[in-house]
């Protein structure tokens, strides 16, 4: 066991139609004025918008309105967020989405407190020492991003998809309804599998030390997505196999997993964001392609594990046995699992990596993970 | 999944020697007065005292002392306690020691704040509404206070043992140095791994929802805490089995395993209360007694949980199995599993009923366990 600081101070309400007291919830932490951030219009469209609007009038909270927040969130959009929140003297960011939207919402937090450029936090050149309170409403569960101070964002200048984390930036109050996620298409909820399955085995295959609860607790997570993916494809509106996905994908980027572990890294991240960033595919679509990858190119770095990963979750031997069927269980949801599924052409394979390896200086595993390596990588997708 | 708020905002830090910084971390936190609370004196015994008055000292920290506090903690001490902090003014409470001297902290830190007698918060008759911040540095993984707002204490007069719940009384900040629970002998090791695992099954058996999420988590506790307690026994000083137990039990009830079930209720608490307020027994030693005999009692009303138990953490099939499977595991590691062996006479079974019934009454399961309910569960220990 590896020393760990655990804390992770955001409360988390889930449940049926917990979205109409949010306004509630927060005028009891004093806030009074608030940038609501959203996407691109289908919160509109199925109401949700209406009654969030409606509860934060009815408990008095004044509001400005940032919408059009995409998928691999737009740096530029943030910044648009931080000038409505110094021009109209907000206190607080209330993100109503997936991933994406709530991520905007930390890097706007955390930018409306800095006098420079947001982006110096993103490339290490300036700590977050404060954040305005965040709050968040989900409609989708991949990032766990509900109940983490992590925030991913894309230069769209640069086409760097680069990161920030840190517990100021964790929401004070999520909202989990799974209703709320009932109409992810079968292709999103296929990617959000695969993101939340990477963020668990990320550091379970790379950690320095492997606890066998640790280990546990990860596999509890992959075996309950597995188990609930299955059942949502084919019946997207059990209401008990939604909550069960998005509570395990809320625990699996938590802090949970990983304590104790010495944290490992994030390799399949790492080059996945240059995948999304260069060609805008799902984050989730980039991961399922890269894990697989990575596994068999890994897989004799920590054999003992990956021989666990296969009995534990898929009652198999080897580790080549698990990986396959990772790799097969991926492309029986619809994920795919080579580049060419996702129409990105194989001679572009030099510049992905150099693009990651950009990443992988700044996450202090450059050494490890030089551009011919990454390049190799990417070979077995 | 049925709703639920998860809202744990205690910090962890885990591993060795990190003790030593407590009076660092709780300056930080703006605390100038404390009540420093401990037990009988072994912290004194083995160096830990002084390291942490040291710490304390060299943070600039003044503080009373309350030593003192044993097992089954009396309402007397808190009593003791709470008039301390009123007549010094102190600011906080740190407790220094196992699960009797932290709920005895967080009592006083609750008394400390309210102008009537704190025993009106045990027996509702008043709602917790403030509280000092409390602190704790772990000596004994069983009870989780370390991550929980629960606080369990015996009024000497009366003989109950009633208890307590708020987010108020979660520690701020708590240590756990796996090196600290090192001496703890094989019998009280034992009487704790009962004891975590109580805290797993009693929701797991009686929830009126089981997420198979919820189901994993509690399986892999339970397999973790008898794995590491045979890992233990043999060697005390394995520093990794040590923290995975102490982790395991930290997770055991801090709000996790039983989020999204419903909650169930705590018979096996409700029935051990009485047994260790009326025979002073170490509540571990109690709850090994009534776990196998309210199991024998309550499998039919739940069988197909009780067979998962079964498959899922002894790889057996039957509920008789599993119970059998867990009573003769108790029985191994050297906690009592008959009233015999813990010198309590048969004969006073209607008494510990009665005094059980009490608080069944005040947990809202009275109708469920009237006392001959009760007697007759005690009859299968």
Known sequence: ??????????????????ENNIGKMIAEQGVERLLLVYGTGSIKKNGLYDRVIKSLKTAGIAYEELDGVVSNPLLSR?????????????????????GSVVDSAKAIAAGALYEGEVWDFFINKAPITEALPVYAVMTLAATASEMNGNSVVMNDATKQKYSIASVLLNPKISIINPDLMATVTNAYLAYSAADIIAHTIEVYFTATDHPNFQSRLVESIIKTVIETTEILLKNPLDYDARGEF???????????????????????????????????????????????????W???????????????????????????????????????????????????????????????????????YPSETIARILQNG
């Open 1 to 18: 066991m590896t020393p760990f600081t655990y804390y992770n101070p955001t409360r988390i309400e889930f449940g049926r139609d917990k």
């Open 78 to 98: 943030v910044q648009d967020g931080i000038d409505l929140v110094k021009s109209h003297g907000l206190q607080a960011v209330l993100g109503v989405g997936g």
């Open 246 to 296: 998005a509570w395990a994908s809320t625990q699996a980027l938590n802090g949970l997993t990983g304590s104790g572990t010495g944290g490992g890294s994030f390799p399949n991240h790492m080059i996945e964001h240059a995948l999304s960033a260069l060609f805008n595919i799902a984050h989730g679509a980039g991961l399922s392609i890269v894990i697989p990858a990575w596994m068999k």
């Open 298 to 368: 890994y897989k004799d770095k920590n054999r003992p594990q990956f021989e666990r990963f296969a009995k534990e979750v898929f009652g198999l031997h080897t580790a080549e046995e698990g990986i396959s069927a990772l790799e097969n269980w991926f492309s029986s949801i619809g994920t795919p699992v080579t580049l060419e599924e996702a129409h990105i052409p194989r001679d572009r394979i030099d510049e992905i990596a150099e693009n990651a390896h950009g990443l992988a200086v700044l996450w202090g595993m450059g050494e490890e």
